[in-house]
């Protein structure tokens, strides 16, 4: 099922005629596949096919044209935003592998086998939480996100927020080595320090 705020559209007898659509993948990579032959279900946030989901069951578009992902076997709720040519995925609530039905920003949350998402003009989301019985509703955060400083001093890299910025959190990505990583943060007025490496230049990461 594929639905777009004020609009429905179900697979199925249609009165669109001879009209023929071309279809081509917006985020994913189904060429991936196991021993059978089978594509494979994975989880990663990234651009166009370097995303990855498991099993999602359903997809709605906001009146921007984001494409919200109920990613089901991934316990994850996931959003498609174009960036020029590119797809780039992220998740915006739960955590691949971690069932459960917590309530929570972002990460913090829990699904277990979501089903279904629906998008409202307010881009509130709704999700039916299949296997916890539930049907919960994510709200947008309010104000935009906070500027974020970024500061060189010597041999670190400094970022800082403003006090006013709660709730939002830094968080750790697996994208850079342990000994180099982000330190976790989730006040508002938040300053942490990154070094950099010998060769490294301000900007890079």
């Keep these: 099922m594929l639905a777009a ?12 005629g001879a009209q023929t659509y071309t279809f081509s993948t917006l985020a994913g990579d189904p060429s991936i596949l196991d021993p059978n ?30 494409v919200f992902v109920a990613d089901t076997a991934n316990n994850c709720i996931r959003v498609i935003k174009r960036e020029g040519s590119d797809s780039v995925v992220t998740t915006i609530a739960g955590q691949a592998g971690t069932p459960g039905a917590d ?15 629906a998008v409202d003009g307010a881009t509130n ?38 006090v006013s910025a709660e709730g939002f959190v830094l968080e750790t990505t697996g994208a850079v080595p ?13 300053r942490t320090r990154q070094p950099l490496r010998p060769d490294q230049q301000p900007g890079e990461r």
């Excluded at 705020?5 to 669109?16: C, E, P, R, T």
């Excluded at 990663?44 to 997809?59: C, E, I, K, L, V």
């Excluded at 916890?132 to 970022?159: C, D, F, K, W, Y």
């Design 103 to 117: 309530d929570g920003l972002g990460s913090t949350a829990r699904f277990t086998t979501p089903l279904s998402v």
């Design 37 to 66: 032959g089978d594509p494979i279900g994975d989880y990663a946030d990234g651009t166009s096919r370097h995303a990855r989901f498991n099993y999602p069951q359903a997809a709605v578009v906001d009146a921007g044209g984001s």
């Design 125 to 162: 989301v709704s999700v039916a939480d299949s296997n916890n019985h539930a049907i919960r509703m994510g709200v947008p955060p309010s104000g935009g996100p906070p500027a974020l400083q970024i500061e060189r001093e010597e041999n670190q890299v400094i970022l800082s927020w403003p």
């Design 178 to 190: 342990a000994q180099e990583g982000w330190t976790p943060l989730t006040q508002g007025g938040g």
């Design 5 to 16: 705020a004020g609009g429905l559209w179900l697979g199925g007898a249609s009165n669109l």
